[in-house]
């Protein structure tokens, strides 16, 4: 039990956004607990060409602007993804803009891209050591921006140089009109401007480029998505984010909020693009679940839907810091328990199953 967790229920006493402004200042100031057990025998992995301790990370919106992330990393995690990333500083929507579910485990957020910018993060970023762990960043667009093309080529070119892996972020449903940048023609010149700058910026040590989509894909467009992420060279997907729709099993009082909805919700229809998005990409990309994950069991279902990796956020506000070794110590209990030596051996094993649940 760390002081974290034993502050807790101290900190769900403040207003969402209060409270999280308050653990990343925290650990920005060097306050934080440290993991420093032993990671279980066979959940290590190369993907996309870096080697992950355990596939086990915390996804993009924690640390929006980099300010916490040797904290993150001290943790235990597999990776930490910062970001989104703006090129320019951006306030965000209107607060309140975050709310609990704390009846469903889950979150709303419509924050709205809130980030310092892209010259503030390089700058937090700049002196790194790789040796410290895996840091990705997750860029996106201004709001105001004329061509979101141009503001993704942008900020591929200034920080692929700094990061392990860039995530191009098209699917929050908090930026008017970013979704519709999945759609084939659009996601096809943006892809291929984003992968240019990142050659023009890095040359022969260009880092790996994932793609985060939505979960609310209309039959037939995740595997057009998935097929122009091959066509034009994308290194992953991260399926999925946060969803527009609202189910009637919704209990809290804030279940009418606008946003985009995460946490154990968002579990089950995750889960399944995530199955088909597998059964699309048929060995050619590697990819990142994500949506409800809280515990060990709904990570390894991750990955035997066709998880590589997987990435949380939303339960560590019900479960504090301690949740990424706990997940990690069940993984390599479950993994034994179906007679696994290695965690990668589990990938996919449901997928066509789930696929067509």
């Given at each position: 039990?760390?002081?974290?967790d034993?502050?807790?229920?101290?900190?769900?006493?403040?207003?969402?956004?209060?409270?999280?402004?308050?653990?990343?200042?925290?650990?920005?100031?060097?306050?934080?607990?440290?993991?420093?057990?032993?990671?279980?025998?066979?959940?290590?992995?190369?993907?996309?060409g870096?080697?992950?301790?355990?596939?086990?990370?915390?996804?993009?919106?924690?640390?929006?602007s980099?300010?916490?992330?040797?904290?993150?990393?001290?943790?235990?995690?597999?990776?930490?993804?910062?970001?989104t990333?703006?090129?320019?500083?951006?306030?965000?929507?209107?607060?309140?803009?975050?709310?609990?579910l704390?009846?469903?485990?889950?979150?709303i957020?419509?924050?709205?891209?809130?980030?310092?910018?892209l010259?503030?993060?390089?700058?937090?970023?700049?002196r790194?050591?790789?040796?410290?762990?895996?840091?990705?960043?997750?860029?996106?667009?201004?709001?105001d921006?004329?061509?979101?093309?141009?503001?993704?080529?942008?900020g591929?070119?200034?920080?692929?140089?700094?990061?392990?892996?860039?995530?191009?972020?098209?699917?929050?449903p908090?930026?008017?009109g970013?979704?519709d940048?999945q759609?084939?023609?659009q996601?096809?010149?943006?892809?291929?401007?984003?992968?240019?700058?990142?050659?023009?910026?890095?040359?022969?040590?260009?880092?790996?480029?994932?793609?985060?989509?939505?979960?609310?894909?209309?039959?037939?467009?995740?595997?057009?998505?998935?097929?122009?992420?091959?066509e034009?060279?994308?290194?992953?997907?991260?399926?999925?984010?946060?969803?527009?729709?609202?189910?009637?099993?919704?209990?809290?009082?804030?279940?009418?909020?606008?946003?985009?909805?995460?946490?154990?919700?968002?579990?089950?229809?995750?889960?399944?693009?995530?199955?088909?998005?597998?059964?699309?990409a048929?060995?050619?990309?590697?990819l990142?679940?994500?949506?409800?994950?809280?515990?060990?069991a709904?990570?390894?279902?991750?990955?035997?839907?066709?998880?590589?990796?997987?990435?949380?956020?939303?339960?560590l506000?019900?479960?504090?810091?301690?949740?990424?070794h706990?997940?990690?110590?069940?993984?390599?209990?479950?993994?034994?328990?179906?007679?696994?030596?290695?965690?990668?051996?589990?990938?996919?094993?449901?997928?066509?199953?789930?696929?067509?649940?």
């Amino acid at each position: 039990m760390t002081l974290f967790d034993l502050a807790m229920p101290a900190m769900r006493c403040l207003d969402p956004e209060t409270a999280h402004r308050l653990t990343v200042r925290t650990l920005a100031a060097g306050f934080g607990p440290v993991d420093r057990s032993p990671v279980p025998a066979g959940l290590g992995q190369r993907v996309f060409g870096l080697d992950f301790p355990h596939p086990v990370c915390l996804a993009a919106g924690f640390d929006k602007s980099a300010e916490c992330w040797r904290a993150l990393l001290r943790l235990g995690v597999g990776a930490v993804e910062v970001g989104t990333v703006t090129p320019r500083p951006q306030a965000g929507n209107p607060r309140p803009r975050l709310f609990r579910l704390p009846q469903d485990r889950a979150v709303i957020n419509r924050n709205g891209f809130n980030n310092d910018g892209l010259e503030a993060a390089a700058a937090r970023l700049a002196r790194r050591d790789p040796r410290s762990g895996i840091v990705g960043i997750n860029i996106g667009a201004n709001k105001d921006t004329a061509d979101p093309v141009d503001d993704y080529a942008y900020g591929m070119r200034m920080l692929a140089p700094l990061a392990d892996y860039v995530t191009i972020n098209v699917s929050s449903p908090n930026t008017p009109g970013l979704r519709d940048l999945q759609g084939e023609g659009q996601l096809g010149r943006l892809l291929t401007a984003a992968l240019q700058a990142r050659g023009e910026a890095c040359g022969e040590t260009a880092p790996p480029v994932l793609l985060k989509i939505a979960p609310d894909l209309a039959d037939g467009q995740l595997e057009a998505i998935v097929g122009t992420a091959v066509e034009r060279g994308v290194d992953g997907l991260i399926v999925s984010n946060t969803t527009i729709a609202r189910p009637e099993s919704l209990q809290s009082a804030a279940r009418g909020e606008a946003g985009g909805l995460s946490g154990r919700p968002l579990f089950a229809p995750s889960t399944r693009v995530l199955a088909r998005a597998y059964r699309a990409a048929a060995g050619r990309l590697p990819l990142v679940g994500v949506g409800g994950i809280e515990d060990g069991a709904t990570a390894y279902a991750k990955i035997r839907a066709g998880a590589r990796l997987v990435q949380l956020y939303t339960a560590l506000v019900y479960k504090g810091p301690g949740l990424f070794h706990r997940i990690r110590d069940e993984l390599a209990g479950l993994m034994a328990a179906d007679g696994l030596a290695r965690i990668e051996d589990a990938v996919g094993l449901d997928a066509e199953r789930l696929a067509h649940d």
